[in-house]
């Protein structure tokens, strides 16, 4: 098999908040060739970087806004989130938990630091990742999944490199908690200093590399630093990371969906019309009632 390459190692780009509770670096879609197309079906990802957030009675976040045509996954690294959307889903996500909604034909969220957590603010780190769905799949209904960080399944890797946590997708046997609509993975790899970990996926599939703590070195070659995103080429299947300090790296790869996109703001379809369709059953309150 061959060798999967480095395309690209991008910098965070300057940050800006969403709403006043997620202070964001933008990777999907961005600048860097990382178009939703390019990078199908990650169609956005939205990296908080650790921040501190101060004590605040009233909790900061975002209100009640809608989504429709794909998913939205929370992956929480530091700090709480709490979170409601119209078809009833919701809850907490802390510290190694995800928030995995499907908005499917449409739904209304909000979410915000914990109450609690709030109140004592803290160091917050968040990563956001949209997931496009089929066009058929458009057409569902809502759900919600709540992985827990001690429901999620690890591989301990040789030589006492670390582990893999498998959220979705399959390493070395090993199945992730979550289900998806089309193949992807999703993994967690907490390398010790150092440590190596060996991927494999199939050379169409978008894989990109979220460096959340540390650094590595990917395939003896390229470095990349803490925050930084590693984008892989589509030109081979394997690839090997290695550890230069104690690392954390949120590792993506996806089958591309290769439907039309036709995307504006909180929805993401495959035509103009549909997207037309969205705003009305928006506006018509087809998603559902929220309070503020």
């Known amino acids: 098999m061959k060798t999967k390459t480095v395309e690209l190692v991008a910098s965070p780009r300057p940050p800006h908040f969403v709403g006043d509770g997620f202070r964001v670096h933008n990777f999907i879609p961005s600048g860097y060739?990382?178009?939703?197309?390019?990078?199908?079906?990650?169609?956005?990802?939205?990296?908080?970087?650790?921040?501190?957030?101060?004590?605040?009675?009233?909790p900061k976040g975002v209100g009640v806004h809608p989504h429709k045509g794909f998913e939205t996954v929370t992956l929480a690294y530091k700090g709480r989130v709490a979170h409601h959307d119209s078809s009833g889903g919701g809850g907490t996500i802390g510290e190694g938990d995800?928030?995995?909604?499907?908005?499917?034909?449409?739904?209304?969220?909000?979410?915000?630091?914990?109450?609690?957590?709030?109140?004592?603010?803290?160091?917050?780190?968040?990563?956001?990742?949209?997931?496009?769905?089929?066009?058929?799949?458009?057409?569902?209904?809502?759900?919600?999944?709540?992985?827990?960080?001690?429901?999620?399944?690890?591989?301990?890797?040789?030589?006492?490199?670390?582990?893999?946590e498998v959220i979705a997708g399959e390493y070395?046997?090993?199945?992730?908690?979550?289900?998806?609509?089309?193949?992807?993975?999703?993994f967690n790899a907490k390398l010790n200093k150092g440590g190596k970990a060996a991927f494999q996926f199939p050379a169409q599939y978008n894989t990109?590399?979220?460096?959340?703590?540390?650094?590595?070195?990917?395939?003896?070659?390229?470095?990349?630093?803490?925050?930084?995103?590693?984008?892989?080429?589509?030109?081979?299947?394997?690839?090997?990371?290695?550890?230069?300090?104690?690392?954390?790296?949120?590792?993506?790869?996806?089958?591309?969906?290769?439907?039309?996109?036709a995307a504006q703001g909180p929805f993401v379809m495959n035509t103009k019309e549909e997207l037309k369709e969205a705003f009305n059953d928006f506006n018509m309150g087809k998603f559902g009632h929220l309070e503020e």
Request: a negative charge.
């Open 208 to 261: 990109v590399l979220l460096l959340i703590e540390g650094s590595i070195v990917v395939n003896g070659k390229e470095n990349a630093p803490t925050d930084h995103m590693v984008l892989m080429a589509n030109d081979g299947e394997n690839f090997e990371i290695k550890a230069t300090d104690d690392a954390v790296v949120l590792v993506l790869s996806g089958e591309p969906i290769n439907e039309p996109i």
């Open 98 to 164: 995800i928030q995995w909604m499907t908005a499917a034909k449409g739904v209304l969220h909000k979410e915000y630091h914990e109450a609690e957590w709030s109140k004592k603010g803290g160091e917050f780190q968040m990563v956001q990742l949209w997931v496009n769905l089929p066009s058929t799949d458009k057409k569902g209904n809502p759900k919600y999944q709540a992985i827990k960080y001690g429901d999620i399944k690890r591989v301990e890797l040789d030589n006492e490199a670390g582990n893999i």
């Open 172 to 186: 070395k046997g090993t199945k992730g908690v979550a289900s998806t609509f089309t193949p992807i993975y999703m």
């Open 33 to 58: 060739r990382m178009d939703m197309e390019r990078m199908d079906p990650f169609i956005l990802l939205d990296y908080n970087s650790k921040y501190t957030f101060p004590p605040s009675e009233k």
